[in-house]
């Protein structure tokens, strides 16, 4: 049933690189799990409007016009209400490198002209049953503290409070150019607090805008459409876990892939694959900092043999193995259900991670720095492995919960596995099999020209026996496996144009009857698919068109220039949000384009 839950694309997002909160624009926090990214959430109502919490702060305004922004390169975002009778403005962050014990979400309103009537409402749920709570305080510091777990939240506030109910509630008026300030803390909260010092938000507004401004400072990229290429970088940064050095796909879970379908997936995670390509993405704007850390996560993650080899496809951000699935009994976004937590996919098979991995680490070798004798020794296994398991079915780059194949993009990236660590041993002069190695990358790549090419269709397609086309396989000139001139690639890509390319919008393949994936149902367009196929085209030579396309795309952003996973039939946003995975593919297929066109003389 829908109980006017917002659009998902109504949302901005603020963080502080150990987990993000989702700020729709009526003003209110929908959702913040904490204290980690993969922690139970305390602010959930855009899953369950009643069982999940929320963190209402608003002017109380008839018929306002609802107006967000980010301050200009930093992750500080306003909200604003327009109306006749004044204007009010809410302006939220998380500030960055103050404690590890405990998150905070400083929150100010502010009456930007007239006087103005002010609501706020504060009810935190904890665990995901959720847990009961008890609430107790005075009127500036609220202590909600649960009934089990060592999480429990406080509330500051420069207005007085009322609680009861496992809630807290205000309604104040600010006169013109009065603010009141809100600090909501989740953690060990039974310690002081630099909360409580004096000018505590103003100096951490300062500081917090400082570190963002600092950091996408540090960017080499000066070239068309720097505001979006910037947008998503900063986007990335905040689905980077400062203390292990990884990186989730998305900060949300269950939101849904179609309203009312099934597909509702924990994106709370670290897959390899998403991961590696973030930080190819990152490295090309000379940001290779984040690049380090992940390697030295992946240095720390079990090689031990499993049944679907030595490598899960996700891991949570400690590295942990255990993301174990299991069903919420929440009502969920818009009546979409099962409400899933945890990922079923950790025990997949899917080969290509191995792929994304000797990437990233080819890559941080070559623009960051030398990895170590013991890493490359570890990788070397992996690699051997991957020479003898590369014909192995698996799920795939779209983790289908169906019959495993044999996937044009897993053999493809074990190419790439392979590939790459013979370029890092020849290039190092580090030890390894190579000519071995020769020989099966060698076997790898007739395999798909052989296995994996249709000549009904004229193109690459989806798996092994079959004449679907997959937009994976979009990847292949990016991925430096085919020319992006070859006849065999220019014939795929006029068949993916006819088959799966909705003016500027791709979807990832067909659905046919339950045959592709399992489930009988449609979606819509995946919008990381969409940069793959500008790319393409730029890489192909028809920059005309893949500055159209790309420009296109673009148009989807939300007001914010965020992208959640898809684009829906109606050009809404779909599925966990904001997605790493889509903003990566924008800056990928941004330097690309730009680069050509100033190399064929166009003018910006």
Not at 126 to 138: A, D, E, L, M
Not at 420 to 427: E, G, N, V, Y
């Amino acid at each position: 049933m829908d109980r006017h839950y917002p659009p998902i694309e109504d949302h901005g997002v603020i963080g502080d690189l150990h987990t993000v909160a989702l700020v729709c624009r009526d003003g209110t926090i929908d959702f913040m799990c904490a204290p980690r990214f993969d922690s139970p959430p305390v602010f959930a109502s855009l899953l369950d409007r009643g069982s999940g919490g929320r963190f209402e702060l608003a002017p109380v305004l008839e018929g306002a016009r609802l107006k967000q922004l980010y301050l200009p390169d930093t992750n500080v975002l306003l909200t604003r209400f327009l109306s006749p009778d004044g204007v009010g403005e809410i302006s939220d962050f998380m500030p960055v490198g103050e404690t590890d014990r405990v998150r905070a979400v400083v929150r100010r309103a502010k009456a930007v002209r007239g006087d103005l009537k002010f609501h706020m409402r504060c009810v935190p749920r904890f665990g995901y049953g959720p847990q009961p709570h008890k609430v107790s305080g005075n009127d500036d510091c609220v202590l909600f503290l649960p009934a089990e777990g060592d999480v429990a939240a406080r509330l500051w506030s420069t207005h007085p409070v009322r609680f009861d109910d496992g809630q807290a509630a205000a309604e104040f008026t600010l006169r013109h150019g009065e603010s009141a300030t809100f600090v909501f803390e989740v953690g060990d909260v039974h310690d002081g607090s630099p909360a409580e010092t004096p000018h505590y938000a103003a100096d951490a507004f300062k500081r917090t805008s400082n570190f963002w401004r600092t950091w996408i400072g540090r960017s080499t990229y000066k070239g068309r459409w720097r505001d979006e290429v910037h947008r998503s970088a900063l986007v990335l940064k905040l689905l980077v876990s400062q203390p292990y050095g990884s990186l989730v796909a998305a900060p949300t879970f269950s939101l849904p892939e179609r309203i009312g379908g099934a597909r509702n997936w924990d994106y709370r995670y670290t897959w390899i694959r998403d991961a590696a390509f973030t930080l190819y993405a990152l490295i090309r704007l000379g940001l290779t900092e984040e690049t380090g850390a992940f390697i030295h996560w992946l240095e720390g993650l079990s090689h031990e043999l499993k049944e679907m080899g030595p490598l899960q496809p996700l891991y949570r951000i400690d590295g942990g193995e255990d993301v174990e699935e299991h069903e919420l009994d929440w009502e969920g976004y818009r009546g979409s259900r099962p409400v899933r937590v945890g990922n079923g996919a950790g025990r997949q098979c899917q080969l290509d991670v191995y792929g994304a991995l000797m990437d990233s680490v080819y890559l941080y070798d070559k623009y960051g720095q030398p990895i170590s004798h013991d890493f490359w020794m570890r990788l070397t296994g992996l690699v051997d492995w991957v020479c003898e398991n590369w014909r192995m079915p698996d799920s795939g780059i779209w983790e289908v919960r169906a019959e495993r194949r044999e996937y044009l993009n897993s053999r493809v990236m074990c190419w790439v596995a392979v590939d790459r660590a013979i370029r890092l041993a020849q290039r190092r002069s580090l030890p390894g099999p190579l000519v071995r190695w020769l020989e099966v990358r060698d076997q790898i790549y007739r395999s798909v020209y052989e296995e994996m090419w249709s000549p009904r269709k004229k193109a690459f397609v989806q798996h092994a026996g079959t004449d679907e086309l997959d937009a994976s396989a979009l990847l292949l000139p990016l991925l430096r496996f085919t020319s992006p001139i070859d006849p065999r690639w220019r014939s795929t890509m006029d068949a993916v144009r006819r088959e799966l390319v909705e003016d500027s919008l791709v979807r990832r393949y067909r659905i046919r009857d339950g045959e592709t994936d399992g489930f009988n149902e449609g979606e819509g367009t995946f919008t990381i698919c969409s940069f793959w196929y500008a790319e393409c085209l730029s890489r192909g030579g028809d920059l005309q068109q893949a500055r159209f396309v790309f420009e296109k795309v673009l148009g989807y952003a939300n007001h914010l220039g965020l992208f959640a996973e898809q684009i829906g039939p109606s050009g809404e946003q779909l599925g966990n949000f904001p997605q790493a995975f889509t903003h990566l593919a924008l800056i990928s297929a941004a330097y690309d384009i730009d680069r050509r066109l100033d190399a064929a003389g166009w003018r910006a």
